[in-house]
């Protein structure tokens, strides 16, 4: 489903579907570039398991790495930015608002 940009340019939308764990260094950028929550920071503990990110020592003791993880898919507009940013080249993307949602 092709867009147009405000002037009526051709736009094709590039949604955020997945993020790999295995390659993600959890720096964060593409955070920063999101305006609308699309992704958000987990911790990576020894079993493979998200863990919540509290700020508490105690807990941050069990976290092998900090990793980005989709938080709200359904908020993605396909701007691209994260993509952008990202240095490890992590993330999926997709053209189709279907494709991005999983269905």
């Not at 920063?32 to 398991?49: A, H």
């Not at 020592?57 to 952008?84: L, P, S």
Request: hydrophobic share 35%; proline share 3%; charged share 30%.
């Amino acid at each position: 489903m092709s867009q147009a940009t405000r002037d009526g340019r051709a736009w094709q939308p590039d949604f955020l579907i997945a993020i790999d764990a295995k390659t993600c260094i959890g720096c964060g950028r593409c955070y920063k570039v999101c305006g609308r929550e699309v992704m958000i920071l987990k911790g990576l503990n020894d079993e493979g398991g998200l863990v919540d990110l509290s700020g508490d020592d105690d807990e941050d003791d069990e976290i092998e790495k900090k990793i980005m993880v989709m938080n709200d898919e359904g908020a993605c507009i396909g701007c691209g930015a994260c993509a952008r940013v990202c240095p490890t080249k992590c993330q999926t993307h997709g053209t189709a608002p279907a494709e991005a949602a999983g269905v």
